[in-house]
């Protein structure tokens, strides 16, 4: 009888130890994961803290006369030499006429962007019928009267260190009080390519980049990765030549990323000469860092699939090749997607390939094809932070959210196509 309670205690002790330690190891994986939890917080809050105003964009209305003279002189348009920047000058003049030094007409100038003069071209482009009019046209004001407005700049600075001087933000309060100032959603950023101007500088030609080359990935990872798998699964023998291709593929999703870009830099630009800084490159490279992703995805998603399915569909009369298209790959296609959309998000944040291939270049015209120069979007967040303007570090930001958008997408476009489509035995 003592010897039973000595046995009993002894196996209450070690249970009692047994959840001591239990507990200390719940509370330790849950304050990881609040820790975790909390960082990735902070990240998302300082990121939209820094980037969110950066979709709107400030604006100043001016009364621009669209003389003839200056551009119709001879009856007709002569959009290339007309000066629209000597116009946009005479309307911020109108607006400050007690302005007279040619300094402070230089720093009243530095209030407008250098691309109200290319807006008001295309609008005389494309309607020539208001040469001659009086048109009030709202022009991007420029970079330092953005970020004074939404308050990166501190006017109580003293002048030396402040990129105002004290008679700019007299004028900018000036537009301010009468409504020629205001603050607008920032279209430009959608639809207009890079520029050395921040205000001008958009991700529209990084994201058709980014486009042109993920069409390009798929089109050659997903087909070429389900029948690599489809192959070593159904068909290839076992034998050392195909182990030794497993381990090689294994080996290759864990190869650093900037080695798919050397080898693209030898293969395709050096010895295949194909267009350097173009999203057929690009796509090329990343077909080759994806492949091993949809090859393992697509082999799991083979070998989930029950071998009762295999062995009725033989028992039935179908030939080995019917029953794994006809039967097999049907059930194992959600896994194959999901794993492509996986690869395709990874391929669409990966900059250290591109680089290595040319897709650093500073582009200002939006790719219209798979050979037009082009960049990517991580490597347009890349240059832009590197940018030493104020304006470029709250467009790095926008960036990194659009480009956390995507990535979000096309994951919650992997977990829908897997809960619709799969099947559960």
């Known amino acids: 009888m003592q010897r039973f ?9 070690g249970l009692r130890r047994r959840h001591r330690s239990e507990m200390r190891f719940r509370i330790a994986g849950m304050l990881a994961t609040a820790v975790g939890i909390l960082f ?32 119709a002189p001879d009856g007709k348009p002569d959009l290339a030499y007309a000066d629209f920047d000597g116009l946009v000058h005479d309307a911020l003049r109108a607006d400050f006429p007690d302005v007279r030094s040619r300094s402070e007409r230089r720093d009243l100038y530095r209030l407008v962007s250098a691309g ?30 953005d970020m004074f407005v939404k ?5 109580k600075l003293d002048p030396s260190v402040r990129p105002l001087s004290d008679a700019q933000i007299r004028w900018i309060r000036h537009l301010q009080d ?61 034998s050392r030549w195909s182990d030794l291709i497993e381990v090689n593929i294994n080996n290759l999703a864990a190869v650093p990323s900037i080695v798919f870009g050397l080898l693209g830099l030898a293969v395709f630009i050096n010895w295949l000469a194909i267009p350097r800084s173009s999203p057929l490159v690009g796509g090329l490279v990343l077909s080759l860092l994806t492949l091993p992703v949809i090859i393992i995805a ?19 009369g179908a030939s080995k090749m019917q029953m794994v298209f006809q039967h097999v790959l049907p059930l194992a296609l959600p896994g194959m997607l999901t794993g492509t959309i996986i690869g395709m998000s990874r391929a669409l944040g990966e900059s250290a390939p591109l680089l290595m291939i040319g897709m ?21 967040i890349y240059l832009w932070a590197d940018s030493p303007e104020r304006a470029f570090a709250e467009r790095t930001s926008a960036g990194i959210i659009v480009l956390l958008g995507f990535l979000l997408l096309m994951n919650l476009a992997a977990v829908i196509i897997r809960k619709r489509m799969e099947r559960r035995w």
Do not use: C
């Open 40 to 71: 990735l917080g902070f990240f998302f809050v300082d990121l939209f803290a820094k980037g969110a105003s950066a979709f709107l964009q400030t604006f100043v209305s001016l009364d621009v006369e669209l003389s003839q003279d200056v551009i």
């Open 178 to 238: 009468t409504g020629k100032l205001e603050r607008r959603f920032n279209k430009a950023l959608f639809l207009n390519g890079d520029s050395r101007e921040p205000e001008l500088a958009g991700i529209r030609g990084a994201v058709m980049g980014s486009f042109y080359m993920l069409l390009v990935t798929v089109a050659l990872a997903f087909p070429i990765g389900v029948a690599a798998a489809i192959y070593l699964e159904e068909f290839a023998p076992r």
């Open 298 to 316: 697509s082999r799991a998603a083979i070998q989930a699939v029950p071998p009762s399915i295999r062995e009725a569909a033989l028992a039935l």
């Open 116 to 145: 109200a003069s290319y807006q008001l071209r295309d609008i005389v482009a494309s309607n020539p019928q208001l040469i001659g009019t009086r048109q009030t046209v709202w022009v991007p004001a420029s970079s330092i009267v």
């Open 360 to 380: 650093v270049a500073f582009i200002v015209d939006v790719p219209q094809g798979f050979t037009d120069p082009a960049t990517a979007l991580p490597v347009q």
């Open 151 to 155: 308050g990166h700049i501190d006017p």
């Open 5 to 13: 309670e000595l046995t009993r205690h002894k196996v209450e002790a």
